[in-house]
């Protein structure tokens, strides 16, 4: 029986790779294009996780910053609130919703890009975040669930939303990184070109 639920977890992922493969192509495809303008431009990238997302934030710079599948230089990206004590300090501050906030206002600049990754659908922080990078003349890549497209009318024409249709955080969580690792690729593939076989 455990085995069995164990096989279904597996199942279940596999078919929500396979129904929603087609839909986030497009998407994901011009979020990399926006991470290469920002890099090839002299930006960085600004990249923030709301709740148990922050670990895929982070998972992401060191992708990034280090390297993905293949050695290359370190690509210019900061993970936001990653460090305990400031994330403390400004929680005790300002609150937790403005936390993102306040380190873009911080750290932004024209021409960077803010990645936002969001499961739970933290409104109130996703909306003051976005708010401070367009203010910093930055462009926004939204990667949220299923209650995420209510933010769309935050989103301006550089941004781009790629939203997981699912309902359980888990397995939002699991394509969310998948789609975190398609960025990295896509990004190596246009700034290094296709990697030989080994």
Excluded: N, W
């Excluded at 495809?29 to 990249?47: E, F, S, Y």
């Amino acid at each position: 029986m455990l085995e069995q639920r164990i096989q279904q977890q597996f199942f279940d992922s596999a078919d929500l790779q396979y129904q929603i493969a087609e839909g986030l192509a497009r998407p994901i495809a011009d979020a990399a294009q926006a991470l290469v303008g920002c890099l090839t431009g002299g930006g960085k990238l600004l990249v923030g996780g709301v709740g148990s997302a922050a670990a895929l934030a982070q998972h992401f710079c060191a992708s990034f910053a280090g390297r993905f599948e293949r050695e290359r230089p370190g690509l210019a990206a900061v993970a936001l609130a990653a460090d305990a004590v400031l994330l403390g300090t400004l929680a005790a501050r300002e609150g937790f919703e403005h936390v993102h906030a306040k380190q873009i206002a911080a750290l932004g600049q024209s021409g960077d890009v803010l990645l936002l990754v969001d499961t739970l659908g933290q409104e109130a922080s996703l909306r003051l975040a976005i708010e401070a990078a367009h203010a910093r003349d930055m462009s926004v890549l939204l990667l949220g669930g299923r209650g995420t497209p209510a933010m769309h009318d935050l989103l301006g024409e550089t941004d781009v939303l790629v939203a997981v249709p699912h309902d359980r955080q888990a397995r939002v969580m699991e394509l969310q990184l998948l789609v975190l690792h398609c960025l990295c690729d896509a990004v190596d593939l246009q700034l290094m070109g296709e990697q030989d076989p080994v």
